[in-house]
């Protein structure tokens, strides 16, 4: 890539430069400024991000070869190599170019967003750090560098929903988060523990090179009944994507997560921590394509995301969590693309989407500086002409993400639903009718969103007002350079990502899977495809949503309370998030709780503390005070003793 | 009749040693109280050359004279060696407990001296005769030892009680060779082994019981255990170190010479009662030691319970058993000399620090000698890497590969209960708040063989392989 150095010089450097930045922040954080605080995490990032268009215009233009090389060795045990390695492709190098530049962004937006918060050095540490745990993920060559990733950006995640620790909800929603993680975490590790015991090695390339030779590979996890293993192991990878991506039922953490500071809530729940379950399975396409089963199991798990979780979106009040809901739908139509083996269109979706939900969620951040921190959209209303660059860019933002013919993510969005039609594997059809009938939902709860707080009527109070101004351009600029990928990145990249050659050899799609194929011939160009869009039944659909909105929010504002009195059913199951947190809340929590309270009276302090440990024990500091006493000091008593032990000793002998 | 010279060349640091007492007890005799260390001067120098000297004569060659009954083989070499150098490190301990006390006299060390030379020479026995010679030379040394501090009420009765008990024992001893040499007609060990498949087989075990009761006697095993916490915890420190000590490694070595190379042949029968005695020893030793305040008392019972590992690889019957036994018997003097030389360290005129109370808080007071402390602890419990961790896991190891796996057990599940005992005078130490502030007052020699010894428990913990090889050697 340079002359001078290395290529794993270069990839080093990409992440090893915010882990600098990130423990400078941190582990100096008392004896540094703030400015210097941010100053060396935002260049550290700045560097990989600069170093990452290089790693990507080395890959996509330059059409470099897949780099695959070990750094280092940690430990070989039983001939099994635990290394530190990377890998990078096509699909690694724009990932890395994702997330560098929304981490970026973040970064700058950060300055505003946190100006006045004791914890500032601390949060440019957490997101710094962040950025590498996310880099080890995606550039990692083997399962167990994966999942040292997995887990690093997971235990960011949960440091920054907990960042205000002091509040009790906070740290309620980072327990959660935590929790729930665990349970996809858990499957994730069986499943590489399950790949570990198939193919006897960790590394990626050894694994897919022996994946068709190990299809047929069966399991006997029930006695009597053998199961296939690629089969097994590919559930229980994406148990893991369920967790992390917040996937139907593991989603649940998700919206609580919003708890952390709107900056996180941007970077990583929803840019890019949440996509790693999506790129983990992209990644692992040739396991994926060997089990049709999965495949259907992940479509019809993405089809149930993708449609209830954006029906939650239109109650909800709080700005940040219709954003948050909104992107548990986005994450389910990516979940579909992966089950309908349109890895490449859930790997658009993943990056247009990375763009404009950060944009929204930045501009929802903008929102709350400029209200002073209230989060209740029934308290806003017609901003529009206090904050235009926020108006401005979240309009982009919100047209983007109802797939408004032209913008990035209709490209991305249609071409899923467009993949998921053509799709034969069972729950195809389902899973076709939800994502069509989640643009709808969509267009609803965003329009919404967008009419409550930008339109009609002022319903801040007076003080509030008074106040109310644009952000600082800390903020504003970054919205307005999320906003240009917003526009163009699906127009500009669908030729060549979608249905060019830019995933050759690094997604593997068997032939009877390969949807996008058939698409392709429907294709032709950007500019044919908007056109077509424009009378498809999507498009259709989004107006409708459009238009309901502006009826409801806009032109009769009574209306949804009537609707909520009239189906109030209905609005308590939703309202209740179908139920979920309940029983997870009592079933889950309270019979873990019932357990662990019975093991811990009767196993361990009756059982192990009680009659083993300190029974026995007391047991032998009875016998000691007991025979203790047959030292009785007289001296007749001892000589009888050993008279009596020689007797004994004799008869024993002699017998 | 002809009279052919002996080889004396075999014996020469016991003639050496026997010479140069001689000499002491002499010179002693016209030395004033305050020029007193002059005797103990000349007695570490004298054993520490009897040491260079037994150490010199080392060879993988056994050589025996005085018509067989004096013997010297490897091990015989390195038990004297061992037996001195502990003896030396006693003697540093005691000098100022004995200061403070006004028994700072030449009979201490001429005593612990003469009983050094019964001790070597039980070493080296070759015969009922010498075995027996070297027993009431080092137990009639210490008899007097205890007795010395005579306005002493304890210490007399301790005296009384171990002479009383000791003759009784000595008589059995005595006894059981008697019955032995009737049905065999031979006081030689090497001897008397040909002659026990012959013998009548009544007599013999009758012999051998009694045998094993002098020798059960000597090392302090269950049910033969009584005068040990009494004489323990009577005696002056000065003397309990001595009798803690040297004289167990001289007590292997009566029992290895009786048993082994004298009775092998009953090894079926021996084995059985040692077993018992074993097991005895490690579960009484241990469990009682929970339940003492007194410090010299809790280590009496945890001199029972190691015997008990002594036995245990001597039961085996095995030379790889031997030598774990043999590496045991060392270890523990090591140690023990440690643990009461700290007592001896403590305690100052009218306070005798043998309550375990009394090391609250020492790491208040010296961090250092609170560290040797805990090396001293915690290798008696057999925690790694210490030195006694080692002991432990090679006799266990022998038991194991003798088959007496239920023996292992019994000695690692006693020894869990025995590390209560020593991690709470640990906790005391580390964790309670010193019952004063007086400092500690010591002199500089007591202060360096203290840190020696503790140093050597750790050191020698973390390379033990060439003391444990040199034991195993021995009997190879």
């Keep these: ?655 | 009749m002809n009279f052919v010279t002996p080889d004396f060349m075999p014996a020469m640091p016991e003639i050496f040693l026997l010479t140069i007492v001689c000499a002491i007890l002499i010179i002693d005799l016209f030395l004033k109280d305050e020029s007193r260390g002059a005797t103990y001067m000349l007695s570490l120098i004298a054993l520490a050359a009897t040491a260079i000297l037994s150490f010199t004569g080392y060879s993988q060659e056994t050589v025996t004279t005085f018509n067989d009954s004096f013997i010297l083989d490897p091990m015989a070499s390195i038990l004297k060696v061992a037996i001195c150098v502990v003896v030396m490190g006693v003697f540093i301990y005691a000098k100022d407990y004995l200061i403070d006390r006004n028994i700072y006299k030449g009979e201490y060390f001429i005593l612990g001296l003469f009983g050094v030379m019964g001790m070597m020479v039980m070493v080296s026995a070759g015969n009922f005769l010498t075995v027996y010679l070297g027993l009431e030379l080092l137990s009639l040394s210490m008899y007097a030892m205890i007795a010395m501090q005579r306005d002493s009420a304890i210490a007399s009765e301790a005296a009384m009680k171990y002479f009383i008990l000791g003759a009784i024992a000595s008589g059995m001893l005595l006894y059981g060779m008697s019955m032995v040499y009737g049905v065999t007609g031979s006081l030689d060990l090497a001897n008397l082994n040909k002659a026990v498949s012959t013998a009548d087989r009544i007599v013999m075990s009758f012999g051998l019981v009694f045998i094993i009761l002098g020798i059960a006697f000597k090392l302090g095993a269950v049910p033969f255990h009584m005068w040990m916490p009494d004489v323990y915890q009577g005696s002056p420190t000065s003397v309990t170190l001595y009798i803690s000590s040297a004289p167990k490694i001289a007590a292997f070595a009566m029992m290895y010479r009786l048993l082994v190379d004298g009775l092998t042949d009953m090894h079926a029968d021996w084995q059985m009662i040692l077993i018992i005695l074993s097991v005895l020893s490690m579960a009484l030793g241990n469990i009682i030691a929970i339940a003492q305040t007194n410090l010299k008392r809790m280590f009496a019972y945890s001199t029972i319970a190691h015997v008990g590992f002594i036995v245990m690889g001597v039961l085996t019957g095995t030379q790889a058993g031997y030598g774990a036994s043999m590496f045991y018997a060392i270890v523990y003097a090591i140690m023990s000399v440690g643990g009461f030389g700290m007592i001896a360290l403590l305690s100052r005129a009218g306070f005798e620090a043998d309550n375990i109370d009394d090391f609250k808080g020492l790491n208040q007071k010296s961090p250092w000698f609170a560290f040797i402390m805990m090396a001293i602890l915690f290798s008696m419990a057999g925690v790694p890497p210490f030195l006694g961790f080692w002991a432990k896991i090679s006799v266990l190891q022998e038991a194991v590969n003798s088959g007496l796996v239920w023996l292992a057990i019994v000695g690692v599940v006693t020894s869990v209960i025995g590390a209560f005992y020593y991690l709470r005078v640990v906790k005391v130490i580390y964790f309670d708040k010193p019952m004063d502030n007086t400092p500690i007052k010591a002199s500089m020699d007591i202060r360096m063989a203290l840190s020696i010894n503790g140093v050597a428990i750790l050191a020698l913990g973390l390379y033990p392989t060439a003391l444990i090889a040199l034991c195993i050697n021995t009997f190879s």
């Design chain 1, 1 to 655: 890539m340079f002359e001078n150095y290395s290529d794993s010089q270069v990839y080093l450097a990409i992440v090893l430069a915010p882990l600098i930045g990130s423990i400078l922040a941190g582990v100096f954080n008392a004896y540094i400024s703030r400015a210097v605080a941010h100053t060396v995490t935002i260049a550290g990032v700045a560097i990989s991000f600069v170093l990452a268009l290089f790693v990507f215009k080395y890959f996509a233009f330059d059409g470099a070869p897949t780099y695959n090389e070990t750094v280092y060795t940690w430990l070989v045990s039983d001939g099994i190599h635990f290394e530190i390695g990377f890998m990078v492709d096509n699909l690694t190098s724009m990932m890395l170019v994702v997330v560098s530049f929304v981490s970026l962004m973040v970064h700058l937006y950060t300055i505003g967003y946190m100006h006045d918060d004791p914890g500032y050095k601390r949060f440019f540490s957490y997101i710094s750090l962040f950025t590498f745990s996310m880099y080890m993920l995606v550039m990692s060559n083997n399962f167990l560098q994966l999942f040292f990733g997995w887990e690093a950006v997971g235990l960011v995640s949960y440091l920054l929903i907990g960042f205000y620790y002091k509040k009790e909800s906070a740290i309620f929603a980072n327990l959660k988060a935590f929790l729930v993680n665990r349970v996809g975490d858990f499957g994730f590790i069986l499943g590489i523990a399950g790949i570990l015991m198939l193919f006897n090695t960790l590394d990626y390339a050894e694994v897919f090179a022996a994946a068709n030779s190990k299809a047929g590979a069966t399991i006997e996890l029930i006695p009597g009944t053998q199961w296939s293993m690629i089969t097994v192991i590919c559930l229980l990878l994406f148990v893991g994507a369920m967790g992390k991506s917040a996937q139907v039922p593991l989603h649940v953490w998700l919206p609580d997560s919003m708890e952390g500071p709107t900056p996180i809530s941007a970077l990583i729940h929803a840019a890019t921590m949440v996509t790693a379950g999506i790129f983990m399975v992209t990644r692992m396409t040739p396991l994926f394509e060997l089990s049709e089963t999965a495949l259907s199991f992940i479509l019809v798990i993405g089809a149930i995301t993708a449609l209830f979780m954006g029906f939650l979106g239109i109650i909800q009040n709080d700005i940040k969590r219709v954003v948050a809901y909104s992107t548990l739908s986005q994450l389910g139509y990516m979940t579909v693309a992966l089950g309908a083996s349109a890895y490449s269109a859930a790997v658009f979706h993943l990056m247009t989407h990375a763009f404009f939900k950060a944009l929204l969620f930045l501009a929802a951040g903008s929102v709350i500086i400029g209200m002073h921190h209230i989060q209740d959209i029934r308290k806003m209303g017609g901003l529009k002409k206090y904050m235009p660059i926020t108006y401005w860019t979240s309009l982009i933002g919100t047209l983007a993400l109802i797939g408004f013919p032209g913008l990035s993510g209709f490209f991305s969005k249609d071409s899923i639903i467009e993949a998921v039609r053509l799709s034969h594997l069972p729950g195809a059809t389902f899973a076709y009718y939800a994502v069509l009938a989640g643009v709808f939902v969509t267009a609803l709860y965003s329009l919404r969103l967008f009419f409550i707080v930008f339109h009609g009527e002022e319903r801040m109070d007076h003080h509030t007002k008074e106040h109310l101004k644009e952000s600082p351009w800390v903020v504003t600029v970054p919205l307005v350079l999320l906003a240009i990928p917003s526009v163009i990145i699906g127009g500009l990249t669908i030729s060549s990502v979608l249905y060019g050659d830019y995933f050759n050899g690094v997604v593997f799609v068997e032939e009877a899977h390969n949807v996008l194929g058939h698409l392709k011939k429907e294709f032709h160009g950007p500019m044919g495809m908007v056109l077509h869009g424009i009378t498809a039944t999507p498009f259709i659909l989004m107006l409708a949503g459009i238009a309901v909105a502006w009826l409801l929010y806009m032109k009769n504002p009574s209306v949804p309370g009537k609707i909520k009195q009239s189906f109030s059913l209905i609005y308590n199951i939703m309202d209740n998030k179908y139920g979920f947190d309940a029983f997870n809340e009592k079933v889950i929590a309270g019979g873990t709780r019932g357990i662990g309270h019975l093991l811990s009276k009767v196993g361990d302090l009756l059982i192990i503390d009680g009659i083993i440990v300190n029974g026995s024990a007391k047991t032998v500091a009875w016998v000691s005070g007991i025979i203790r006493h047959m030292q009785t000091g007289y001296l007749y008593h001892y000589a009888f003793a050993m008279i009596l032990g020689m007797i004994a000793l004799l008869v024993i002998v002699v017998y």
